[in-house]
């Protein structure tokens, strides 16, 4: 894999770049849709590529591992060929979804035990272990197994986690180093700076994760509640210790305004479940601002649901016929609302890109947060 | 609307034929997807024309009357507009969706009083104010309002019941004559066939209908519940008096060996819910045969869903992943199986189009119904 940049904002640290891939190439900054359970919700793989103009999609470890099994995507030859999505695939270590089970699971220096969310078996997540199911479900860039802790968290359980967090991702080096993938084509591992919004903690633990020389790192353990003032500060801390020559992938965020915010800091690639989890309670993010689509005001008006991104969903259906389908509880308006608000987050990187390139992202990202978050 | 017929099978009362509407061409026998509260359930307007190559869509008066509201639809130019589906629509009367209201429903020799499924409310439908809800809605075809008798049906009520219907039919003939259409195309009234599985009754009835003298005709009451055996017989006798001038829509059917032994006796439209709502739960008409997606037996097999009959769902997507869709209770599995049921049903009736055309049609249907039902 890798990673070239093309441009470098004056005013902030944006900048625009290409990843590549055996699975193709991908511009950054990015944002990436969630497929969970291998299927990014109410959308069809052709309306990702075509419409939405993804450039990669996540997989869910722990969604994945219960259901279909690694019996089943070891035997389709991987993700890729087990849902047909033929560009990159990231898949996250399942870390994150175990620890919301906090009723049912242990965590230990070994690894972690829990039980599954379907039938309640027992299951152990190790790091070598979480290597090797990455490996079998086969995504180009597999994330390292780490704890994310809550917020507010204390400094001493912090501590001790991103300490066992740095253990374990030694283990995962060591695991995924010493394996090959199963497909044909090459996989790599990112490293996650943990720390909680600690300065101290952050530092240490950006340090760490550099000092792996991977060839992306992330940093999680941000969007889980706390202040966005606090997020942009622990990025920024972050960002001037992770190598600027390599992708930062920021997990799981956020709103438009985070995203843009994200990347005047130098993040280039972003995940969040926010366009297709809030596409299906009716909240659309748009050109103008956001809109619920279930309100009553939206009834009678017939125009576009965004004129101004254009594209089928947003050009072909009106509001008053979105919020029919809302109140109908119909497929469709789940259907209609995750590939506009998708097509909208796609629209979103690419202009970022453009006007990174252009050299006037500051002025037209200030413009834009402020457009995108008015409540329509 | 003009209907010209192509071809007449020499082996049985099968034809090819085109209803031309302002809304464009139907080529008949032709298969209309039902779109009860203005979707068709799981599947984007777009996939319906490309995909599915519908050429008529039904909605339904009774949910559309309720949701969203005739003053919605108004505003919005018609159904049409409102959904932004430009072939043709066919409307039912409501008739079939109201008696099922059982509880809730009286029936008097003026119309039907019911109480709204969605919020309680009481609603009146007469003969008179189901026309004026059509030309509302703007169908292109709009039905006569009629009562749908359950089976078994008693012999004296089945007859009150035609008799009624009868009345009902000159009040709407009456109404739907002295009017005209909102949006500046032609509408139609097709008159329905009832009298249960009465001989003496569906003659009775279908003598009057055609009297009517009208487009097009329609024969109610049938797959309710009576063996298969008895709706062919019924539909062979009705046809024999409907004018063979005329398009001849059998109401709510069905599976695909109806379809095609219903094609054999004369029958030129149908509408079903069948393909959409088995589709929902996992059940596919395939070239093969029928499949119960969520059988473990699918869940390894990587092959197309139908690779015989081409198309996007059906051989993009394998069994494998489908099913695992549906176990994981994901919308793309209802978006699939819907997609691809109806790709399947219009194909049926292209397909029988072909052979109606060739002369072989008979031959063909006979294979086809052994073939189209075995359970894979």
Redesign the interface.
């Known amino acids: 894999m890798t990673f070239s940049i093309s441009a470098q904002d004056q005013q902030s640290k944006a900048r625009t770049g290409t990843l590549t891939t055996d699975h193709g190439p991908i511009h950054t900054p990015i944002f990436m849709p969630v497929g969970t ?3 990014v ?6 309306e990702l590529e075509t419409d939405v103009q993804a450039e990669i999609i996540l997989g869910n470890t722990y ?1 994945l591992y219960l ?2 099994g690694l019996d ?1 995507l070891s ?2 030859g991987g993700l890729h ?4 999505w033929s560009h990159p695939i990231l898949t996250d270590s399942g870390g994150y979804q175990v620890y919301s089970l906090s009723n049912t699971r242990k965590i230990k220096e070994e690894g972690v035990t829990f039980k599954s969310h379907i039938d309640g078996s027992t299951h152990r997540f190790t790091p070598e272990g979480v290597m090797d199911i990455q490996r079998t479900i086969g995504a180009d860039i597999i994330m390292a197994f780490d704890e994310c802790t809550p917020y507010p968290c204390e400094y001493g359980y912090a501590r001790q986690s991103m300490e066992m967090t740095h253990r374990w991702l030694d283990r995962c080096i060591g695991r995924f180093d010493a394996t090959e993938g199963y497909y044909g084509y090459q996989q790599t591992l990112f490293p996650i700076v943990q720390g909680s919004t600690y300065p101290d903690l952050r530092r240490q633990s950006a340090e760490f994760i550099a000092s792996k020389e991977r060839e992306g790192n992330a940093i999680g353990g941000l969007a889980v509640g706390e202040p966005a003032e606090e997020m942009y500060k622990t990025i920024e801390l972050v960002n001037e210790i992770l190598p600027v020559d390599k992708p930062r992938y920021l997990m799981g965020v956020g709103t438009p305004a985070n995203i843009l915010e994200a990347i005047a800091l130098g993040v280039d690639m972003f995940d969040c479940v926010m366009p297709t989890r809030n596409a299906r309670h009716g909240i659309l993010f748009t050109t103008e601002g956001i809109m619920n689509l279930k309100n009553e005001k939206w ?2 008006d ?1 125009s576009p649901i965004d004129a101004g991104l254009g594209g ?1 969903a947003s050009t ?3 509001k ?2 979105l919020r ?2 809302f ?2 509880e ?3 308006a ?3 609302a995750s590939l506009h608000n998708l097509t909208f987050y796609l629209w979103l990187v690419r202009q970022a890109r453009v006007h990174i390139d252009a050299g006037d992202y500051v002025t037209w990202k200030n413009e834009m947060v402020e457009r995108l978050m008015r409540r329509l």
């Open positions: 359970a291998g299927t919700k109410a959308v069809h793989q052709r969604h259901r279909p089943v035997q389709a060929k087990f849902n047909g009834s009678r017939f089928y072909f259906y009106t008053a016929y029919h389908l109140k109908a119909e497929i469709l789940a259907q209609i």
